[in-house]
């Protein structure tokens, strides 16, 4: 009797581990996995005590012996489902695709245009998406539109589409290109809720729409460099002049700039170009004008754009020049990197996630949520920014006066074309 027990108990641990340990499993497929086996063994407990019922009592004993050391097992193979979920704080921990034993991938992205791994938006958004699925046992995945920087609105549907076909309850739409697709995927997929990070309310109860207050970000940066020293600047932005977000950090910056040189004296050049970067793509052409930048006297360029970046640190490293990365810290992209101008994608699309899954979705569904400093949303990274004539404290100060009011920023762009005080503008 004790040695059908033992086979009974090693043949209830090989089947929960064996449903436990695909690859990553969700904590909710581990769950179910240990439901499996604990009905399994309570069925196979009332069999056996409907045997026993004129079985001798040291039968009786042994049997109720093992049926204790499966339930133990049980109940530790429930555990461990429970601890299916992640305890991450830092994305690249987690892979960018993973298995899903059912073939279905709960929280899902759609990028924007460029790569999946731009550095930048894109990337700062899917590790949001990471470590909120990662750390609550979700499954997840990533789409890209057909056609790259040629995606139209169809091949922008067609992944979402994809998405929640593929079992998707959320699905994180990153720039403000996914509009008019998002729409349609919205009204023909109604129990899927949908994330439009850089974008705005379509008027759809399973829509939010999430933006962010990049004049703030852009400000604190142009402040910064000025203050640190340095009067001959660039800007080089995404979208061609079409993207709000890159036109509210490009104005903030050029406001930035200003009201640092009008305090210390001194008077700030600035380029400001549009120039082979609708895209949002690295290319030959932008990497030689800002090589032309370079060579020419300007000692930091704002990279305002995904992978353009790449293009511009390689001219800043060819050249002994500076970079303000944007969106995500870039400090660990390239060693010319001085400060980027951040806003908090990824903790954004966490947040909004977690509506879905919380039961408070209505408070931003059908809605427009706009994120800035008050919120912890913009700012600048200064445990890895590489400024030394200014200091943590005097950022500190600015950010808190942003925060309280006191120091107000102009998000309207229209007004960029100005005559500035201590900036001359050099619009190319």
């Known amino acids: 009797m004790r040695k059908f027990g033992a086979v009974l108990l ?85 892979p960018d695709t993973m298995s899903s034993a059912d073939g279905k991938y709960e929280v899902a992205f759609v990028t924007d245009v460029g790569q999946l791994k731009d550095k930048s938006f894109n990337q700062g958004t899917y590790d949001g998406v990471k470590l909120y699925a990662a750390n609550h046992g979700l499954s997840y995945k990533y789409y890209q539109p057909a056609n790259g920087s040629e995606a139209t609105d169809d091949d922008r549907y067609d992944a979402m589409k994809a998405a929640a076909e593929g079992g998707a309850k959320v699905v994180v739409c990153a720039g403000f290109m996914q509009a008019g697709a998002l729409e ?90 549009w120039q082979y970067g609708s895209s949002f793509s690295a290319s030959p052409e932008l990497q030689a004008m800002a090589s032309g930048w370079y060579e020419n006297g300007t000692e930091v360029i704002f990279a305002c754009g995904g992978s353009m970046f790449d293009s511009i640190a390689a001219a800043a490293s060819a050249n002994d020049g500076y970079v303000v990365g944007v969106d995500s810290d870039q400090s660990g992209d390239s060693d010319t990197v001085i400060t980027s101008a951040l806003k908090q994608v990824g903790a954004a699309a966490e947040w909004a996630i977690s509506k879905s899954y919380d039961g408070t979705w209505s408070d931003i569904g059908n809605n427009g949520t706009t994120l800035g400093a008050a919120d912890g949303a913009t700012g600048l990274p200064t445990d890895t920014w590489m400024l030394e004539n200014y200091s943590v404290e005097e950022f500190q100060e600015q950010f808190d006066a942003v925060v ?25």
């Open 404 to 428: 309280s009011g006191e120091l107000e920023i102009d998000a309207d762009f229209a007004n960029l074309e100005q005559d500035w005080s201590n900036l001359t503008l050099n619009i190319i």
């Open 184 to 273: 349609k995927a919205a009204k023909d997929y109604p129990d899927a809720n949908f994330i439009f990070i850089d974008g705005w309310s379509l008027g759809l109860d399973n829509v939010a729409a999430i933006t962010f207050q990049e004049e703030q970000c852009g400000y604190f940066a142009g402040y910064a460099v000025v203050k640190e020293g340095f009067t001959k600047l660039g800007f080089c932005g995404g979208g061609g002049g079409t993207n709000d977000a890159c036109c509210r950090y490009g104005y903030g910056y050029v406001q930035g700039a200003n009201a640092a040189a009008a305090e210390m004296g001194v008077d700030v050049d600035m380029n400001y170009s």
């Open 10 to 94: 090693s043949a209830v641990m090989i089947a929960a581990l064996a449903a436990c340990g695909a690859a990553q499993p969700t904590q909710q497929q581990a769950q179910s996995a240990a439901s499996e086996v604990a009905s399994a063994a309570s069925e196979v407990a009332s069999a056996a005590s409907e045997a026993l019922e004129t079985a001798p009592e040291e039968v009786k004993e042994a049997v109720e012996s093992v049926a204790s050391e499966v339930q133990s097992a049980v109940e530790s193979v429930a555990a461990g489902a429970g601890e299916a979920a992640g305890d991450y704080t830092d994305p690249d921990e987690i």
